[in-house]
């Protein structure tokens, strides 16, 4: 997938992001979390200028203000560490992973610090304990723990409880708070929460496409699985194929390497299906892997890199000693592909990359 730098984004120059660990561009609509800051930025018309103040700012009042829960107590208005993001230029999907819910806004908001409609994961907007009743409660069919992920096709509702070690899947987007979810990965049942290295340990993010497959990103097993269909995954079908590892009990940073190569994987946060094929942030080794058609085997190489000078090169000797920042990434955990556009989340330099492609 042959890329062009188009963008560097750094957000509002007088309020810039700061670690931001979500992004989702739907047409002109842009949507970043901004985690490090509490908060999530809403542009309704993005002009693809380097800065740009949002039109909308959730999660606090203005866009200066920046603490936790806007500094006070949990509401509908509030966010802490909001990761995750998801619209369809109408909706709006966030991720309050350390809220433990999903926050949902039937439609696209219209005013800072506006409350959302439907939360998932607690009873009401003032609750926020993991699994609705603190630590070392058994999961529940409603419940989450620290999820971090969010995706939505065809208005099929998609959750990586990553702490529960499980995706829950809804059938429609939810409109009642509390919502029980219709299906799970990675568990039994909705009650459990064990693991072993046929289902994710750590899945931080999921998603479909149109033809109906499947991915997640398993961050702690260095891997992303990927199901033909995603009702093989539901029903607790293993992966047709694992990117980055040779099979599922592997579960090597790098494989054990001292380097990087084309087929393996680091702290990987996010990947994305583009035109054809497959986009991986491969955020420990702050690139992001591209595969030109969807792999159909285990730990096969990738076909691009795109934040490196090559493949076998990592982040940390690179940005300390052999190129500029302004042509490297550094830590990316979110990557999102629209019509020949790829958009990251370059986290550790607080910033979003726009790339065009030929794929």
């Given amino acids: 997938m042959p890329c062009q730098k188009q963008l560097i984004f750094y957000g509002d120059a007088a309020s810039p992001l700061l670690a931001p660990r979500g992004v989702c561009l739907h047409g002109n609509v842009l949507v970043v979390s901004d985690t490090g800051q509490n908060r999530v930025f809403v542009w309704k018309n993005f002009s693809y200028a380097t800065h740009q103040p949002a039109d909308i700012v959730l999660g606090q009042a203005n866009a200066k203000a920046t603490g936790r829960n ?15 993001v998801w619209t ?3 909706k709006l999907i966030v991720a309050d992973a350390w809220n433990h819910r999903v926050l ?5 908001p ?6 959302a409609d439907v939360v998932v994961g607690q009873q009401d907007f003032t609750h926020t304990e993991p699994n609705g009743a603190g630590i070392g409660a058994a999961p529940k069919a409603n419940s989450l723990y620290w999820p971090y992920g969010v995706w939505s096709l065809n208005n099929a509702l998609w959750i990586a409880d990553t702490g529960n070690r499980r995706v829950l899947y809804f059938s429609a987007i939810p409109t ?5 979810a219709d299906g799970v990965i990675g568990q039994p049942d909705m009650h459990s929460r064990d693991y072993d290295g046929q289902h994710a340990i750590w899945p931080y993010a999921v998603k479909t496409n149109e033809a109906g497959r499947l991915l997640i990103t398993d961050t702690q097993y260095y891997r992303v699985m990927l199901w033909q269909q995603q009702h093989m995954a539901l029903q607790g079908m293993p992966a047709n194929v694992l990117i980055g590892q040779p099979d599922f009990g592997a579960n090597g940073q790098n494989q054990y390497g001292l380097k990087p190569a084309p087929h393996t994987l680091n702290w990987t946060y996010d990947a994305c299906f583009t ?3 497959l986009a991986v942030a491969d955020t420990g080794n702050s690139r992001i892997l591209h595969w030109n058609q969807l792999p159909e085997g285990h730990n096969l190489p990738a076909n691009d890199q795109l934040g490196q000078p090559d493949f076998c090169t990592n982040g940390e000797s690179s ?6 920042v ?4 550094y830590w990316p955990f979110s990557v999102q592909y629209q019509e020949n556009m790829l958009v990251v989340a370059d986290t550790g330099n607080h910033r979003l990359i726009f790339y065009t492609t030929s794929d």
């Fill in 319 to 324: 940005l300390s000693m052999k190129s500029k």
């Fill in 88 to 90: 369809n230029g109408q």
């Fill in 176 to 180: 009642e708070n509390w919502a029980t």
């Fill in 326 to 329: 302004e042509n490297e990434m």
């Fill in 104 to 108: 949902i806004w039937h439609s696209l």
């Fill in 70 to 84: 806007a500094q006070g107590a949990a509401a509908a208005c509030t966010m802490q560490y909001p990761s995750g």
């Fill in 275 to 277: 035109e054809n094929g």
């Fill in 110 to 115: 219209t005013q800072h610090g506006q409350p």
